[in-house]
């Protein structure tokens, strides 16, 4: 209930109430009471990620899919864009019309189970539609509960996602105390006074962190509006546990200026909003006259000397005063336009008195030194009321100014949102000026506050300041304030209103010294550096103005206002909640089509400011790739046929590259069309043994490259036997300690740890797991939480939600070896790659990652082994173990033992054959080579157009088909046989594999034996 005056017969139950209510009330109130209600995991077939799955089977993979940590659901999915059915016309309705049909398709990819959801904000962003729904239960209002879609004005889905709490059908909806008894609770938990201003009742809801970093309980809880009477008080609100009395946590609803020289330290500060009324003297009474006067027309003109500047201290400036209230005696009440005037029908003079500002888009402004006076106007007679002097204080200016600049903030804000509700919300905000403090300015509750000139500060009631403060008030509309003291998405918010406003980097422009700001657009701050809320907030405001100048070099000033109006201020209405989210709804209101994979009219300008500010964006995918990676081979010196079909999404590809390692550095080989649409091909060389990581680059006519995989290396391996005697240059079973090892974070923990392994278990997200009881070998391994207790810390086993880390190996140097392998005893438990990702890098190349589509859950320690070709004669070879993980369902990550780096020792071939290189060019010089274990032995080799098989009695069986020529020869007295000639010029062996093999005879000359086969491609160009 809302705490005003004390009521005589209500004090003893409020005293009561505060005394049962203390600290240690409520620790016995919390022991004797129910646990949280935590919400049960979905099953498989109804899960988010099943539904996700479905997607991208039936619409293909080329989705970015962000998670929500604490409700594991997916924030946002974006990328090709789903083209709607029925779309009949790009209305506002239609789209609202989609949007609920869109609930019902994706109920379950939204996670929407036994939840309802209602239109929040519906309004166009762009070229785009946005819509956000507010999640409801049972009648009750779930904070921070929403379903977000964007839908483009072509009839496309550019994004959808949701943060819906997942809240069982059962979730007991009765409350264990009552709104009185948490009003109490509140108040006391923050230690203030119980008497404040006007608030709203309390209301009942369901609350859960949404900021908590892996999935977060959810409580039925009262919300408690917090107003203190106290200018220094708090003004907010206060979740309390409807069941058990916990405060679970205060929301802070003021947020002051930031700025260097704030005498408030913190977003805590406020003042009462005052009761005023314009006082209006009568009229004097009319003198009767025999004839009846006819009325007259007459204009009537409201001047004030305001600070119409940037700077404040600008010089004041008499200017009409537009959007201005004033009381005409027997007329009523009249609004001045543009141009600071009004009309009115008079027939006699009339006296209008002003006690102070209202306006249209703010209510009457208070604080000292209000403008006042009386003024008389006589029909026909055209008067001006005159509002100050050139003289005039600052406190009687920050009046004028201040009205001033929120009907510009307010009138440019509807010239981009349009004469929306939250807009006419916005025209009840509250002003006080002149507040007897310094160097401070404040929003809250739809009110802003201007403070006194002071401590080396101005009168903050100028320009910017304004225009900043009434952003936070804008944000509050669409949606309410995000403002988290390392993303500070508010603030920015705030200072992109004012940096936009007046076309300036210069924010807060001589707030403490004339002409200088006290933020600029033009800053050096990048995302993710910043742990406090103003600082932070000048990322995104500095991501905004970037944008804008990169515009205005591009298309000049005009078209970057209109441009980046339309886009960012357009894009407050999608409600963002983080500045990476806020870059993505910006490219999204700028895209033209739905697919924010393939760019946006203004990408250019939007990814060189989101990189200028180290932000996320969405970036651009120029081509789509289909392939079929290559698996492990035992065929050695076989070169492999690499095909790969590209299906352009701007422009064409002007080049295939093929760029390959097998140990001696990346190699770049051009691919050439195989004859079916949009597809290429090139020949991977052979190896003897170990492995050959590839990747595709498309050079596109438009300019760029797209790249597959996008990061990392494909890989595979030839295999020349398992069972091969291995040397080894490295080991390590980490029984003294793991010398030389480290591990890090990435992001939020580091759980790498060193010992005897606990066996910890458990099932999560419907995955059963189980970490060894032992290590490998010894006493110890290295692991993601080996599930011990370390110090006062008690470890569970898993890996946490939201986290990435790494283990790296020492400097191990590999100089004069080739055929490099690594080898190591693994136990490894971790959720499908498309969400938790287990990787294995080499010198920064990724060598092996957890296989997509199923989670990988070892049960017992496996030997595994990995050729890795950039070791090769290298003598600096860095492993890395690596785990990044999503905000729901954890594992028990790495576990590894008995770590080897060396060689195997690679018995040789019956006979070997080689036609290098194996990819030339017609008329190109080809090199024959035949190497048989015997010298002076003779061989024959087979030419084919097919890789075969053919089987002849009597014969090892060929790999070879369709036979067009043979020849023979014999080795010289070392078993070598080399021969160079010219690859064919015949127009028809263009672009066709062309399959060899060489048979000989064993040394006992009693079985024939065959080399490995091989392949050439022969082309025009290289």
């Not at 806020?582 to 203004?602: C, K, Y």
Request: hydrophobic share 40%; proline share 7%; glycine share 12%.
């Amino acid at each position: 209930m809302p705490f005003g005056p004390p009521v005589p017969n209500a004090q003893p139950r409020l005293d009561q109430d505060l005394m049962r209510f203390s600290p240690l009330g409520a620790c016995i109130l919390l022991a004797l009471s129910i646990a949280a209600q935590d919400p049960t995991i979905q099953d498989d077939a109804h899960s988010p990620k099943t539904a996700l799955a479905a997607l991208q089977a039936k619409s293909g993979n080329q989705w970015v899919v962000q998670w929500h940590p604490a409700t594991g659901t997916p924030s946002a999915i974006y990328g090709p864009g789903l083209p709607l059915a029925d779309w009949r016309q790009n209305t506002l309705e239609e789209a609202r019309r989609h949007a609920g049909l869109l609930l019902a398709e994706h109920h379950d990819l939204l996670g929407i189970g036994a939840s309802a959801f209602r239109e929040e904000i519906g309004a166009r962003m762009g070229r785009t539609w946005s819509f956000t729904f507010d999640q409801f239960f049972g009648g009750l209002p779930v904070i921070d509960g929403r379903v977000d879609l964007r839908i483009h004005m072509k009839g496309v889905v550019s994004m959808l996602g949701s943060r819906a709490w997942p809240i069982p059908a059962d979730f007991d909806l009765t409350p264990a105390i009552g709104d009185e008894v948490a009003t109490a609770i509140a108040w006391d938990a923050l230690g203030a006074t119980p008497i404040g201003l006007p608030a709203p009742a309390p209301r009942l809801c369901i609350w859960g962190d949404i900021h908590a970093p892996q999935a977060s309980p959810v409580f039925l809880a009262w919300e408690v509006a917090i107003r203190s009477a106290d200018q220094q008080g708090p003004f907010g609100r206060s979740y309390v546990d409807a069941k058990t009395g916990a405060v679970l946590r205060f929301e802070n609803d003021r947020h002051n200026c930031g700025f260097p020289g704030c005498t408030k330290a913190t977003h805590a500060a406020n003042v009462a909003i005052r009761d005023a009324v314009t006082t209006v003297e009568p009229a004097p009474a009319a003198t009767p006259a025999t004839t009846p006067l006819l009325p007259v027309v007459t204009t009537v003109t409201v001047m004030g000397w305001t600070r119409t500047g940037a700077d404040a201290t600008s010089a004041l400036v008499n200017t009409p005063l537009r959007g201005i209230v004033l009381n005409v005696p027997g007329i009523g009440l009249k609004t001045t336009d543009q141009n600071g005037q009004f009309t009115i029908d008079i027939a006699s003079q009339v006296t209008i008195s002003v006690n102070g500002l209202d306006g249209i888009h703010h209510a009457l402004i208070n604080g000292p030194n209000a403008p006042t006076g009386s003024f008389v106007v006589d029909p026909g007679v055209n008067a001006t009321i005159q509002l100050l002097t050139s003289g005039a204080t600052t406190n009687e200016a920050a009046h004028t100014t201040t009205a001033y600049w929120v009907d510009k903030t307010n009138e440019w804000a509807r010239s981009i949102l349009g004469n929306t509700a939250q807009l006419n919300t916005a025209d009840n905000i509250a002003a006080n000026v002149n507040v007897a403090s310094t160097c401070n300015a404040s929003y809250g509750g739809n009110t802003l506050n201007f403070y006194n000139a002071g401590g080396g500060c101005a009168n903050t009631a100028f320009s910017t300041v304004i225009a900043h403060e009434w952003g936070h008030g804008l944000d509050d509309r669409y949606g309410g304030i995000s403002n988290t003291s390392t993303d500070g998405l508010s603030e920015g918010w705030g200072d992109i209103i004012g940096l936009y406003l007046v076309d300036s980097p210069n924010l807060g422009l001589g707030f403490q010294s004339p002409g200088v700001p006290l933020r600029s657009g033009n800053n050096t701050k990048l995302y993710g550096t910043q742990s406090e809320v103003h600082n932070a907030g000048e990322i995104w405001m500095g991501f905004a103005w970037k944008y804008r100048e990169n515009l205005r070099a591009a298309f000049g000033t005009p078209t970057a206002i209109a441009v980046s109006n339309d886009t960012v201020i357009g894009s407050i209405v999608a409600d963002a909640t983080n500045q990476a989210d806020a870059v993505r709804e910006v490219f999204i209101a700028d895209d033209d089509d739905g697919n924010l994979l393939n760019g946006t009219p203004h990408y250019a300008q939007l990814s060189a400011a989101a990189i200028a500010k180290n932000m996320p964006y969405p970036e651009l995918v120029l081509a789509n790739f289909f392939h079929s990676p290559l698996t492990a081979t035992t065929q050695r010196l076989t070169p492999r046929d690499c095909q790969v079909t590209v299906v352009p999404l701007i422009g064409t590809v002007s080049q295939m590259k093929l760029v390959f390692n097998t140990g001696g550095g990346s190699t770049i080989r051009s691919m050439h069309p195989n004859g079916s649409a949009n597809g290429y091909r090139a020949l991977l060389p052979g190896r003897d043994a170990g492995a050959v990581n590839y990747h595709f680059e498309a050079l596109m006519s438009g300019g760029g490259t797209a790249r597959y995989p996008s990061a990392g290396e494909l890989s595979y391996v030839v295999d020349a036997g398992g069972s091969l005697p291995f040397v080894s240059v490295f080991s390590d079973g980490f029984e003294t300690g793991g010398a030389g090892w480290t591990s890090a974070q990435v992001l939020a923990q580091n759980d790498w740890q060193l010992g005897d392994p606990a066996g910890k278990s458990g099932t999560s997200g419907g995955i059963a797991w189980a970490d060894p009881q032992l290590a490998a070998t010894g006493g110890n391994c290295y692991g993601n939480d080996l599930g011990n207790t370390i110090g006062t810390t008690t470890w569970n086993g898993a890996y946490a939600a939201n986290v990435e880390n790494y283990l790296r190996a020492p400097v191990i140097n590999c100089t004069g070896l080739s055929g490099v392998r690594l080898r190591f005893k693994r136990w490894l438990t971790v959720e499908d790659a498309t969400y938790d990702q287990a990787r294995l890098f080499v010198n920064g190349v990724l060598i092996w990652q957890n296989p997509t589509g199923a989670a990988l859950v070892d049960t017992s320690w496996q030997q595994v082994d990995y050729a890795i070709p950039n070791a090769d004669n290298n003598p600096f070879v860095q492993i890395e173990w690596r785990l990044k993980s999503d905000g729901s369902v954890q594992l028990g990550g790495w576990n590894i033992d008995d770590v080897e780096v060396g060689t195997q020792v690679v018995p040789p071939l019956d006979a070997r054959l080689t036609l290098l290189p194996e990819q030339g060019v017609q008329n190109g010089l080809t090199v024959l080579r035949v190497e048989t274990q015997q010298p002076n032995w003779p061989w024959v080799i087979g030419i084919a157009t097919t890789p075969g098989p053919t089987t002849v009695p009597g014969f090892p069986t060929f790999a070879l088909g369709g036979t067009i020529g043979t020849g023979s020869g014999v080795t010289d007295g070392t078993g070598l046989f080399t021969v160079g000639f010219l690859a064919s010029p015949v127009p028809s062996a263009l672009g066709t594999l062309v399959y060899t093999q060489v048979m000989t005879v064993d040394a006992t000359l009693t079985n024939y034996v065959v080399s490995n086969p091989f392949v050439n491609f022969w082309t025009q160009t290289p």
